[in-house]
């Protein structure tokens, strides 16, 4: 085995303190034979420092399509010749959708909207769409929503809405070779004032936009620095029309080698499959990952795209004897 | 190609446009639309070739065709 992974167990499995830039960057240099001990390594460190529960979550589009940005993986902005068309969901098809959601065991329901930062109508339906749900569903609100005001993060902490999203996508350095319509810095300060204001920081990105290993591993390391409570892991699913269009996919263990190393960076936090990851691992992929680090999935569909069945992934669950995290032990 | 949907979206009779790339169904290959599909709601109403309107939930999805109305998956 490899002296980083020595090092490794010594450090973050012991002392759970998260390996930094260069320590994670020999992780995702690591050789196929050492990845059943990385992703074991990373294993035990998520049983040791978050427990045996899986946090599950269902995600829900309240306006999709039409987004003025320009994130070269996304399907929603309204500057490539994507076929996703603007579209709003009523508060009725809201609460249906957490009430679904409820009922797969999922305690997180996040409302995502495609946009730069939200309007006043965005802010208006975001009021009444929590407050139904709410009145209706026992599940815990998060939001993402762009970027904020402090105003608006103010209106979302009184509206009762628990964690917010926003994901950094990848290392600051190189940030803008995807985005170009607004800066790296600006998604850290709403991350900011995000965190001040006592709401949960979750906060991920996309790997495969066409990033160095050397920049995979500085964005784990600025994640760890950030030190979200949440980070959600997407692996890039190529949308038709958009620049990344026909980037490769991500190869599996280069996927999983990942999944350890932020693991190994950030020990303590909730690590959630995201988008991608049928596509790039497959079901048995999903099974390594959840044996290999990560302890928090998106049940169902995505925002635009279609996941897994709900039921496919807790009966796994059930199988790997990892209990769905229920509902007090969040409150 | 095929339309239209059964309770999956997924076409039963003969269409003539490409539901996930918007082409003519009789031209070209659509394999990988068709695999793709797998994973993704209809983008394009095959009988007409419109940019449907789609939401997805949790558990399921709704297209839309100003035209042809509503496809559930
Ligand atoms: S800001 Fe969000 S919705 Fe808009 S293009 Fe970027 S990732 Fe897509
Ligand atoms: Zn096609
Ligand atoms: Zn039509």
Same mark, same amino acid.
């Given at each position: 085995?490899?002296?980083?992974?020595?090092?490794?167990?010594? =450090?973050? +499995?012991?002392?759970?303190?998260?390996?930094?830039?260069?320590? *994670?960057?020999?992780?995702?240099?690591?050789?196929?034979?050492?990845?059943?001990?990385?992703?074991?390594?990373? %294993?035990?460190?998520?049983?040791?420092?978050?427990?045996?529960?899986?946090?599950? #979550?269902?995600?829900?589009?309240?306006?999709? &399509?039409?987004?003025?940005?320009?994130? %070269?993986?996304?399907? =929603?902005?309204? +500057?490539?010749?994507?076929?996703?068309?603007?579209?709003?969901?009523?508060?009725?098809?809201?609460? #249906?959708?957490?009430? =679904?959601?409820?009922?797969?065991?999922?305690?997180?329901?996040?409302?995502?909207?495609?946009?730069?930062?939200?309007?006043?109508?965005?802010?208006?339906?975001?009021?009444?769409?929590?407050?139904?749900?709410?009145?209706?569903?026992?599940?815990?609100?998060?939001?993402?929503? &762009?970027?904020?005001?402090?105003?608006?993060?103010?209106?979302?902490?009184?509206?009762?809405?628990?964690?917010?999203? %926003?994901?950094?996508?990848?290392?600051?350095?190189?940030?803008?070779? *995807?985005?170009?319509?607004?800066?790296?810095?600006?998604?850290?300060?709403?991350?900011?004032?995000?965190?001040?204001?006592?709401?949960?920081?979750?906060? &991920?990105?996309?790997?495969?936009?066409?990033?160095?290993?050397?920049?995979?591993?500085?964005?784990?390391?600025?994640?760890?620095?950030?030190?979200?409570?949440?980070?959600?892991?997407?692996?890039?699913?190529?949308?038709?029309?958009?620049?990344?269009?026909?980037?490769?996919?991500?190869?599996?263990?280069?996927?999983?080698?990942?999944?350890?190393?932020?693991?190994?960076?950030?020990?303590?936090?909730?690590?959630?499959?995201?988008?991608?990851?049928?596509?790039?691992?497959?079901?048995?992929?999903?099974?390594?990952?959840?044996?290999? &680090?990560?302890?928090?999935?998106?049940?169902?569909?995505? +925002?635009?795209? +279609?996941?897994?069945?709900?039921?496919?992934?807790?009966?796994?669950?059930?199988?790997?004897?990892?209990?769905?995290?229920?509902?007090?032990?969040?409150? | 190609?095929?339309?239209?949907?059964?309770?999956?979206?997924?076409?039963?009779?003969?269409?003539?446009?490409?539901?996930?790339?918007?082409?003519?169904?009789?031209?070209?290959?659509?394999?990988?639309?068709?695999?793709?599909?797998?994973?993704?709601?209809?983008?394009?109403?095959?009988?007409?070739?419109?940019?449907?309107?789609?939401?997805?939930?949790?558990?399921?999805?709704?297209?839309?065709?100003?035209?042809?109305?509503?496809?559930?998956?």
């Amino acid at each position: 085995m490899s002296a980083i992974l020595d090092r490794a167990r010594a =450090q973050v +499995l012991a002392d759970g303190v998260g390996l930094d830039e260069a320590g *994670v960057l020999e992780v995702l240099r690591s050789p196929d034979d050492d990845l059943s001990a990385l992703l074991q390594l990373a %294993h035990e460190v998520r049983m040791r420092w978050c427990g045996p529960e899986v946090e599950v #979550e269902g995600i829900v589009s309240l306006k999709t &399509g039409g987004c003025p940005e320009d994130c %070269h993986f996304c399907s =929603q902005s309204g +500057l490539f010749t994507s076929p996703v068309r603007s579209v709003w969901l009523d508060i009725p098809s809201l609460v #249906e959708a957490a009430k =679904q959601t409820a009922a797969t065991g999922a305690t997180e329901f996040c409302i995502v909207a495609a946009v730069r930062g939200p309007d006043a109508r965005l802010m208006a339906q975001m009021r009444d769409g929590v407050a139904a749900i709410r009145a209706a569903v026992d599940i815990q609100v998060a939001a993402s929503l &762009g970027m904020l005001t402090k105003e608006q993060v103010d209106e979302l902490v009184e509206m009762g809405v628990h964690r917010y999203n %926003h994901n950094l996508e990848t290392c600051r350095s190189y940030f803008p070779n *995807v985005v170009t319509t607004h800066s790296w810095e600006e998604r850290w300060s709403t991350l900011t004032m995000v965190r001040e204001s006592g709401m949960e920081v979750c906060c &991920g990105g996309i790997l495969g936009l066409g990033e160095s290993v050397e920049q995979r591993a500085e964005f784990a390391a600025q994640l760890a620095a950030l030190d979200p409570h949440e980070v959600p892991l997407n692996f890039l699913n190529p949308r038709p029309g958009t620049p990344l269009g026909d980037r490769p996919v991500v190869e599996g263990k280069d996927a999983l080698r990942a999944i350890a190393a932020f693991r190994l960076a950030m020990p303590r936090t909730i690590l959630r499959y995201a988008g991608g990851r049928e596509i790039t691992l497959g079901d048995l992929g999903t099974r390594e990952g959840l044996l290999g &680090g990560i302890n928090a999935v998106i049940v169902g569909n995505y +925002l635009t795209t +279609l996941g897994r069945p709900a039921n496919a992934d807790l009966e796994l669950l059930t199988e790997l004897k990892m209990p769905v995290k229920a509902l007090s032990a969040t409150l | 190609m095929t339309a239209p949907e059964g309770r999956t979206g997924t076409p039963t009779g003969p269409v003539p446009w490409c539901d996930r790339c918007g082409e003519a169904a009789a031209q070209g290959d659509h394999r990988t639309c068709a695999a793709a599909r797998a994973l993704e709601p209809p983008r394009f109403c095959p009988d007409c070739r419109r940019r449907m309107k789609v939401q997805v939930v949790p558990t399921g999805w709704t297209a839309t065709c100003v035209e042809h109305g509503d496809r559930h998956g």
